[in-house]
């Protein structure tokens, strides 16, 4: 291999140009089979880019760079390569010097850029077309990227250059050569899709915090080419038809997208961010067009693409149905558009072409079903849902079937309100046939299918109907989002109870799902159980089916009876339910809301009675042995049932007579443990007094709430189980998908055009650290920006050069430490700075990939070359002897001589906090107090904050606002936590606070903090200041996490509270706690000892004059305090010497309570008056 190496390394080194593109030929080939070719790479740079050579080889030795990794050095050589070559008579030659721009590392292209930015704009004139395609083709690539704006908003004549840049590769939409007019399209539809997505600069690893300016920038930039585009329409419409037909594809999105933005009024909202008066004259032009002129423009545009639904170019037929999808549904769109582009698309999946493209397919269909009238959503609906049915990307799988269900709520709403309405009902509309396909229906049917897609399906549409039954989104632009929403307010009538009639139907026909076996997988039963359990509630169940003399509509009483009827049904399947765990839950949905009044009393014998049925299957469950529910799921089903029978039994006298029988003998039974024993007789005792008080039972006491208060989040024990981490992925995917689609977050974009630039999307950059020391040579200070759909950190440097030279050379070396990576697998990265004049900043940045959730530092050593360039190295302190030394003499032959020696400067590390890579999670109450005893790795810790306190008023007074007492976990609310409930008791100033996250990896992190305070015993002038012990208890489903957190707490609490709380080792809490009990103690022995005359009457007096008067001196407050806490200390132990303990702390509490209640109630008045 290095015989290789060295004639690759020959052959370059000669001046015969096939030599050379032979050698870098060869090279590639051993870069494509994966050898290292950095040596071939340094003298391809010394040998062919920074020397003359043919542009065969130029271009196969940019290609050789891209392919490896260089040293900042080596592109110092390129930059200058390319300078040279860019001033070259050969057009080829300056061609390939183009193409390698998009390749130089962003902290090297601004600089290159301004230098040769005549050159650049000379290349737009150019008669070669070769050179005309590569600048078009390069520019198009850089100038949309992030970095590039952030440069021109620091550089005006920059900003100018670049603009002018994009106006001419607007005009080359029109060049004469078809590869140019095709790329310039291309750069065009590029610089729309980066306003949009900006996918290309998270591509290029570029992390920066968007301004005010950069948006101005973008959004001139944007605005000024939708203007081009809409005035020059019809000529780029022809110059693309003259295209070669494999070409015609770049052209399609350009177009559509500057069309839509004009028809749909976007564009005037880019010029507003654009905040430019350079193009007022063009943009009066757009906005004079009158809409009949942006109804035509749109118009035309379509039958322009109309032609090309039946190319023979899948690729063709799919880029343009997708377009025209997108122009559907401007103002004035039609329905017809959306039909043509959505049956063109569907006969690419029958043809099996573009097979690829599935879930491109589907998603494109599903998303856009809503812009097709009712007769084709209906007609289309079945085959789509086989469509998903297929579809392997989980992902992709549930987006679809989240809108899939959308659609039919909506379909079906949509019709009956049309009916409503007096319009012809049409077949087919109803939740029951949507679903009425073969396969469908026997997926639903089996208890035994393995397929997981009956799972998803029923979730997604039982959570459609939840979201169903929220408030609607408000709707303010256009757009496809406001037609679904448009179409579900029609159906529901904006009714607050209209969305129950689909959710009745989608009850009915998920019916199959509680006899399914899912091999201990329950998510998509449970969310079954808790609509029906919600429908009933709604509509009274227990009540009966009500009458038109007792003001039931028509559609009431109807609904009510299917109810009925779905329960009697769901009473016969419970001797088919296969779980034993759903059993207990279907139980208890049935027995809470089943009319047990209604039943005939005749029937009472007979075993298929419904009551009869449910008391079989509790005795069942009771005294189950099976295997399987012993190990894992009787604990929990046997306290359903029990609870169950607790409020069955006293509601009816036949129910309770019978289950009187079932408990005695499940008491008496050696599978009851004593728990059980206990609650058995306690529900016995409740049965026989609401029996033997009939007359006086009271109706409120076991009213149904409409909860249903089971999960299929397991006990710690069973949280690996496989099937309790099915249904957790399940219940992720399931939600991701219904929120993104029914609640999605706005775009960046939406959010700045709704709110303009008052939209938290304009963050404020990140405060620095200095890494250096106060008489350090260089001062470096840095701070880091975060992605976590990527996974990323970027450090940004800032370096000043404190010394009065100027240092021609300053290499900044940045090592990682723990879980962070370089993108090509380097170990550090060297970023070499030039020419630091004394004082003037200069800035560079690394990016970095996060694998796991660890502590992680960048390490930055600043290396810098005082004698750089004036061959000082090794001059003085050597002496005569070392010149006969001939290994010296080659070192010093083999030293480059402008280097010198460095001086190396190591900074501290720039630690990132690990709450940097924690997400906040969103999640109800309910839910996280469910999930929390599940959760396997537990870590406990104290801390403990001072805070300045006046007395009563930082624990009582403070009826709104934040409790002083909170001070020392204020920062808390900027961390990446979603505080999820907080309980805070201020007459003892002291809290609960639950937090929830998950780290970027999607482990779960739960974190609750329990405080209470310690008044301190020296009391300065009133002002107290108080100790507020908090305990912390974190709860993660990976020990990883806790393990992480655990290895250095102070520097958690730090993370977390910004240095706000110090961390207490236990031992400490503990002595410190046996401290306070021997003071107090002996306080009271000391009290009791003495014995003094009980004072209660005269200090309560001296409060009630306290209290009267109205003067808010300070000074008296102050004295009122000191007196109470005198005053408190005698009171307390007198009370004690004839209280007991439990007593006395009732008393104080009752008192602490009404004390609080008096002084709101004074503060209130003061307020009112």
């Given amino acids: ?170 005009q080359n939409m029109l060049d004469r050569s078809d590869a140019v007019s095709k790329v310039a399209f291309e750069s065009v539809g590029r610089l729309f899709q980066e306003f949009d997505s900006k996918r290309m600069s998270r591509l290029a690893g570029d992390k920066l915090v968007d301004s005010e300016n950069s948006l101005a920038i973008r959004s001139n930039w944007v605005s000024s080419m939708i203007d081009f585009v809409w005035r020059k329409r019809n000529a780029l419409m022809a110059r693309s038809l003259i295209l070669p037909i494999e070409s015609f594809r770049a052209t399609v999105f350009p177009v559509v997208y500057a069309v839509k933005a004009v028809a749909s009024g976007a564009v005037e909202v880019f010029q507003k961010l654009s905040k430019s008066s350079g193009n007022a004259g063009s943009n009066e032009n757009m906005l004079d067009s009158g809409n009949a002129e942006k109804v035509v423009g749109v118009s035309d545009v379509v039958s322009h693409l109309v032609p090309f639904l039946v190319s023979l170019d899948p690729a063709l037929i799919f880029e343009v149905g997708i377009n025209m999808l997108y122009l559907a549904d401007v103002p004035g769109g039609k329905p017809e558009w959306a039909s043509a582009s959505i049956t063109a698309i569907l006969t690419l999946w029958d043809s099996q072409e573009f097979s690829s493209a599935r ?76 679903f009425e396909d073969v396969r469908i229906k026997e997926d639903l049917n089996s208890a035994r299918s393995k397929s997981l897609f009956r799972e998803e399906l029923v979730a997604s549409l039982v959570e459609s109907c939840f979201q169903l039954s929220l408030p609607l989104p408000e709707q303010k632009n256009s757009g496809t989002e406001s037609r679904v929403i448009g179409a579900l307010a029609y159906g529901t009538g904006y009714g607050a109870l209209n969305w129950t009639e689909p959710a009745l139907e989608v009850v009915e026909v998920c019916r199959p799902c509680v006899k399914w076996d899912c091999e201990g997988r329950t998510y998509a039963i449970d969310c079954y159980l808790k609509l029906l359990v919600r429908l009933c509630h709604i509509y009274d169940t227990r009540g009966g089916v009500k009458r038109v003399k007792d003001g039931a509509s028509q559609d009431q009483i109807l609904n009510e009876t299917r109810l009925q009827n779905l329960q009697r049904e769901l009473v016969k399947d419970l001797r088919e339910v296969n779980t034993p765990r759903i059993c207990a839950r279907l139980i208890w949905a049935v027995a809470e809301h089943i ?58 006298p036949r129910a309770g007579q019978l289950l009187t029988k079932e408990l005695e003998d499940f008491r008496n039974n050696g599978l009851a443990d004593s728990v059980n024993k206990h609650q058995c007789r306690l ?197 005569d002897y070392t010149e006969d030394d001939p290994q010296v003499m080659r070192q010093k032959r083999s030293l480059r001589p402008e280097l010198g020696e460095p001086v190396i400067l190591r900074c501290q590390p720039y630690k990132i906090p690990l709450t940097e890579l924690l997400l906040p999670h969103k999640i109800s109450p309910v839910e996280y107090f469910r999930l929390w005893p599940s959760l396997p790795a537990i870590l406990e810790y104290s801390g403990a904050y001072t805070y300045e306190g006046s007395g009563f008023k930082a624990t009582a007074a403070q009826q709104y606002g934040a409790s002083p007492f909170l001070s020392g976990l204020k920062s808390l609310s900027s961390k990446p936590f979603h505080r999820v409930c907080s309980h805070i008791l201020r007459t003892v100033a002291g809290f609960q606070i639950c937090f929830a996250a998950k780290t970027w990896y999607g482990g779960f992190v739960g974190m609750m903090i329990f405080g209470a305070s310690e008044v301190s015993r020296n009391v300065d002038l009133g002002d107290e200041t108080t100790t507020m012990m908090c305990k912390f208890v974190i709860r993660a489903s990976d020990a990883s996490i806790t393990k992480e957190i655990g290895s250095d707490l102070q520097g958690w609490l730090d993370d977390l509270t910004d240095g706000g709380v110090e961390y207490m080792p236990e031992d400490e809490v503990k002595v410190a706690a046996v401290e306070r009990l021997r003071i107090s103690m002996e306080q009271i022995a000391l009290l009791k000892a003495a014995q003094p005359p009980p004072q209660p009457p005269k200090h309560d007096e001296e409060e009630v004059e306290e209290e009267d008067d109205e003067e808010e001196d300070e000074e008296k407050n102050t004295k009122k305090k000191e007196n109470g806490e005198e005053d408190g200390k005698p009171k307390g132990p007198s009370t004690l010497s004839n209280l007991t303990a439990e007593e006395a702390e009732h008393r104080a509490l009752q008192a602490a309570v009404l004390q609080e209640w008096h002084m709101l109630c004074k503060e209130r008045v003061t307020k009112v008056n």
């Fill in 1 to 170: 291999m290095d015989i290789l190496f060295a004639q690759i390394q020959a052959d370059l080194r000669s001046n015969d140009a096939l030599r050379q593109s032979g050698a870098l030929l060869q090279a590639l080939q051993q870069s494509a089979a994966g050898r290292d070719i950095s040596v071939i790479a340094k003298s391809a740079c010394e040998e062919i880019v920074a020397s003359p050579a043919s542009a065969v080889c130029k271009k196969l030795a940019f290609d050789l760079i891209r392919s490896t990794r260089l040293t900042a050095d080596l592109w110092e050589t390129v930059c200058t390569g390319i300078r040279t070559d860019l001033d070259f008579p050969d057009p080829d030659v300056t061609a390939a010097a183009v193409s390698i721009l998009a390749a130089i590392p962003s902290y090297r292209l601004g600089k290159l850029i301004a230098d040769c930015n005549k050159e650049i704009s000379r290349c737009f004139d150019s008669t070669s077309d070769n050179l005309r395609f590569s600048i078009t083709e390069t520019l198009g690539c850089i100038l949309a990227r992030d970095d590039l704006v952030i440069l021109c908003e620091n550089n005006v004549n920059l900003l100018d250059r670049v603009s002018n840049w994009w106006r001419r590769m607007g």
């Fill in 359 to 434: 879930e491109s397919i589907v998603r494109a269909v599903v998303t856009n079903l809503h812009l097709l009238d009712l007769h084709m959503q209906v007609s289309l609906f079945k085959r789509l849902l086989l469509m998903v049915r297929n579809l392997r990307a989980e992902s992709d799988r549930m987006h679809a079937l989240a809108c899939i269900c959308r659609t039919a709520l909506c379909v079906d709403l949509f019709a009956k309100e049309s009916v409503r309405r007096g319009q012809k009902p049409l077949a087919g509309t109803d939740i029951a046939s949507l």
């Fill in 595 to 652: 009319d047990v009044e209604g039943l005939d009393p005749l029937l009472a014998d007979d075993p298929e009675d419904p009551l009869n049925i449910i008391i079989s299957n509790i005795r069942k469950l009771l005294f189950n042995l099976d295997s399987s529910a012993t190990t894992s799921n009787r604990l929990q089903d046997v306290q359903a049932v029990l609870l169950c029978a607790q409020r069955l039994g006293s509601r009816h």
């Fill in 683 to 879: 529900i016995l005792q409740r049965i026989k007094y609401v029996t033997s008080h009939s007359e006086s039972r009271w109706a409120g006491v076991s009213e149904s709430r409409g909860d249903y208060p089971f999960s299929h989040h397991k006990f710690t024990v069973q949280f690996y189980e496989a099937s309790a981490a099915q249904d957790r992925k399940l219940e992720g995917l399931v939600h991701k998908a219904i929120q993104e689609l029914w609640r999605p977050d706005p775009s960046e974009l939406t959010l700045l055009l709704t709110k303009g630039n008052d939209s938290t999307f304009l963050k404020v950059p990140p405060s620095a650290f200095t890494l250096t020391g106060s008489s350090d040579p260089c001062y470096v200070e840095a701070y880091h920006l975060t992605d976590s759909s990527d996974g990323r950190i970027t450090l940004h440097l800032k370096v000043l050069n404190l010394t009065e030279l100027e240092l021609n050379r300053v290499d900044i070396r940045v090592g990682l430490s723990g879980a962070l990576y370089y993108m090509d697998g380097s170990p550090q990265a060297v970023r070499q700075l030039r020419n630091l004049v004394s004082q003037d900043p200069v800035l560079c940045s690394v990016t970095v990939g996060v694998s796991h959730f660890e502590r992680c530092a960048l390490w930055v050593q600043v290396l810098y070359y005082p004698f750089y360039g004036s061959g000082a190295a090794g001059e003085y302190g050597e002496g």
